[in-house]
């Protein structure tokens, strides 16, 4: 044998903690932003109208009720700022940065427990029951993070309903809508038309996989609000690369039902293969990622993460979202041999 | 004769009024979203390390005295709402984002009245006389836009030291600093480890002639202001391919050079050909643009820029300054048979 190093096989790097695509970029961006360089040199047109349009097209919605940002922290931080809520509901689990981002604008933060044993099923029924006019804003995320579970459309309406006659604005996350199955049905997107305290956030760095793109959007239809945010947010803060691939990107059809279908059929293969070992409990995924309660006492997140390491496999431990502890663990759902792997090397230490 | 359209002599359209370097878009820029595409992929670092240290090193700065922002109309905004001020101080004529955003935050301003005989020359003591303790806030363009007028960093800190003894924040807007002689030696950026009222905006979009790029960073040395932008501002607003271009191009010597070398080159030819004319009034330049006033009364600005249009020279109507008139007139220093153009085609109605 040789003095050298000892041969160690080698394992790509693979990020089940960002929740993106696993398609990646889409060949549209790549293409548009080829196309487009020289428009470096140009100042964007403030209303970004191809973008606007693309979006809404792209949405359903219309132009004049979009709001764009640089990702939807830009936008959280812009909403908590224009509402300055005093007071908030968020159920728990759901993404750290709500209420992160509500602390730093000096809002105060109820927390409603969502059941494990209805799997973080929200019950908005119950829900509702725990809304008074002390609050002002609800943040949902929809299907939820870290948590994967959706809410129905009509259950949103009933929502928005009853925050309308409480006076509370309701900020619904949609930042992971387009994973689910049939989102069209799932959007609350049209409700604006209806309720003028529905915001809906949704961003393109985790369907489209460009989180170095920076874009997010809102939509919304109440005037007072869309008035303050056009005078006082920056008109043209997008870069018109940005706008550029994006624009491409919303028309990109064939790369949207390919995720579809690739979602899809992983999310079932993975649910289906981890779904049945005693060691571990799937709450049933709505979104592109699987929360997952470790059972066996020995086994930590921090151990199983320790573990998934070693073959390159990076997972998300959940113990620092409000309301889980050290054995819950995150991942998405990525391209067959790389799902393969790691439902694998997962059940190596739960078998 | 033929019965098809009259020929017409074709011009290129070209903009004096945006202020951008006529060399145009950097070469390094372009090779640097070439080479950085698949990096739309990935989330941005929210440090930004690599553009933190470029700009650094370029703007002679510690990398913790550095805000960035999608532009600095965005920064702007991001100071004014950040230090509420109630009164501000204003000269005028100056870029007119400075009193519209101060509105838009509900600031008071009272206005401080540049002296045409004196060039628009900012007469630092008397400004300083001007002040009091009822300001909160100063704001300064250095070059000043639309007089092109410097301010020597020697005033400079008279003032800042001034501003500080009355607890006013000053905020100093080098967005064209770049373009004057021997710049290093007229920003105010070392002054801030003395004076930490002291806030200097700098914007890449006018001197590396990138604005569809959408960056700008500012320079302070505040720890209490630091802290809360950290807390509040959005961390990784700036797209990736803007991060990676505007590194490369913060470090692109010769593009730096050659604007230098260009820009001082035809200023001093354009200011020859057009000084000596008794219909017009040149302000003597320290920036990339000249303010220019027609003496001729049957000639304004209006009928000066529809006469240029024909021959695609777009200039700057300057009557929406505040302190200026229908008589006022910007244009930008672009290439030279450009601006031989130009020249000769304001002098058509001049002479």
Redesign the interface.
């Known amino acids: 044998m040789s003095n050298g190093p000892l041969r160690i096989e080698q394992y790509e790097t693979v990020r089940y903690d960002?929740n993106?695509n696993p398609l990646?970029?889409p060949d549209s961006?790549?293409r548009a932003?080829?196309q487009n360089?020289?428009?470096?040199?140009?100042?964007?047109d403030t209303y970004y109208e191809p973008l606007r349009n693309a979006i809404a097209s792209y949405a359903c919605c219309a132009p004049e009720h979009l709001v764009l940002g640089?990702?939807s922290?830009?936008l959280l931080?812009l909403f908590v700022?224009l509402l300055a809520p005093k007071k908030a509901l968020l159920p728990i689990p759901s993404a750290t940065d709500y209420e992160h981002v509500l602390s730093?604008?000096g809002c105060e933060t109820d927390f409603y427990e969502l059941d494990i044993n209805q799997d973080y099923h929200l019950d908005m029924d119950d829900f509702i029951a725990h809304l008074s006019d002390t609050y002002d804003i609800v943040i949902l995320g929809n299907p939820n993070n870290p948590t994967s579970q959706l809410i129905s459309k009509a259950d949103i309406e009933k929502l928005a309903a009853a925050c309308k006659e409480l006076d509370i604005a309701l900020l619904l996350d949609e930042m992971y809508i387009e994973f689910t199955e049939n989102y069209e049905r799932n959007t609350a997107i049209s409700l604006v038309n209806t309720y003028d305290n529905l915001i809906i956030l949704r961003s393109v760095?985790k369907f489209f996989?460009?989180?170095?793109?920076?874009l997010a959007y809102a939509i919304m239809n109440n005037e007072t609000n869309m008035t303050i945010i056009n005078?006082?947010?920056?008109?043209?803060?997008?870069?018109?690369?940005?706008a550029a691939?994006c624009t491409a990107m919303l028309e990109d059809t064939a790369y949207i039902h390919e995720s579809h279908s690739r979602i899809f059929t992983e999310r079932n293969l993975i649910y289906s293969a981890m779904n049945t070992n005693k060691n571990l409990r799937l709450f049933k995924p709505s979104a592109n990622f699987v929360l997952m309660q470790i059972l066996k006492e020995d086994v930590t997140a921090k151990s199983l993460l320790a573990h998934c390491n070693l073959k390159g496999i990076v997972l998300r431990n959940c113990e620092n979202f409000h309301g889980l502890d050290s054995h819950f663990v995150r991942f998405s759902i990525m391209n067959p041999m790389q799902n393969d792997l790691m439902v694998n090397t997962i059940l190596e230490l739960l078998r």
């Open positions: 960002l993106c990646g970029v961006v790549t932003i080829m360089i020289s428009a470096v040199g140009r100042y964007p640089s990702g922290s830009d931080r700022a730093v604008y760095s996989s460009v989180p170095g793109l920076r005078m006082t947010a920056t008109p043209n803060s997008i870069s018109c690369l940005t691939a």
